[in-house]
Each structure stands twice: as structure tokens, then as C-alpha cells.
């Protein structure tokens, strides 16, 4: 799964695509892999929430992404078949 650190929505279409997509030189930068994710939150979530690890939070980031993406790609094959009829 590849995530993108800034999505974008498009004004005009109302998609969310990464930034990368509307600039080449970010586009030469992001496309690199690593291996890190920052979730920034207030110091009130970080206090009610120390007794979770890392891997549970990037694990219920990736679960919550799944289910955006689902929802995104069966809106698109909505679309597509209104377009097709």
C-alpha cells in the first residue's frame, strides 16, 4: 500500500489525489520509498493514548485508509457505470 503524505482535492473535480500528481519536482521526491509514519496530534490525544504502541496506531491508520480507499474506488465504478448507460 502506498500512502501519501499530502493528499490534495481538487477544486475543480472534488478527487483527492497526492500533491505529487500537480508538480514534477515533487513528484521526483515522493515517489521515493521509506518507511516512516508521523501521526501529529494534540498533547491531550497523546496523553489519553500512551499505552498504545506505535504498530497498533500505524495499524489503525492503514485499516482506516483500506476502508477510505474502498469507498473512494466503489464511488468511481459508480460513476463509470452512469456514464456507460
Given amino acids: 500500500m502506498k500512502l501519501y503524505a499530502i493528499p ?3 477544486k475543480h ?4 489525489r ?3 500528481d500537480y508538480s514534477l ?3 521526483s521526491l515522493s ?8 501521526i501529529y496530534a494534540s498533547k491531550g490525544i497523546k496523553e489519553n493514548s500512551e499505552n498504545k504502541t506505535h504498530f497498533e496506531y500505524a495499524e489503525e491508520f ?3 485508509l483500506e476502508q ?6 466503489e464511488s468511481v ?6 456514464w456507460l448507460k
Avoid: A, F
Fill in 25 to 27: 519536482p515533487l513528484n
Fill in 8 to 10: 490534495v482535492m481538487d
Fill in 62 to 64: 492503514y485499516q482506516s
Fill in 77 to 82: 465504478k459508480k460513476t463509470m457505470e452512469e
Fill in 13 to 16: 473535480g472534488g478527487k483527492i
Fill in 68 to 73: 477510505k480507499w474502498i469507498l473512494h474506488c
Fill in 31 to 38: 515517489n521515493k520509498k521509506i518507511n516512516i509514519i508521523r
Fill in 18 to 20: 497526492p500533491i505529487q
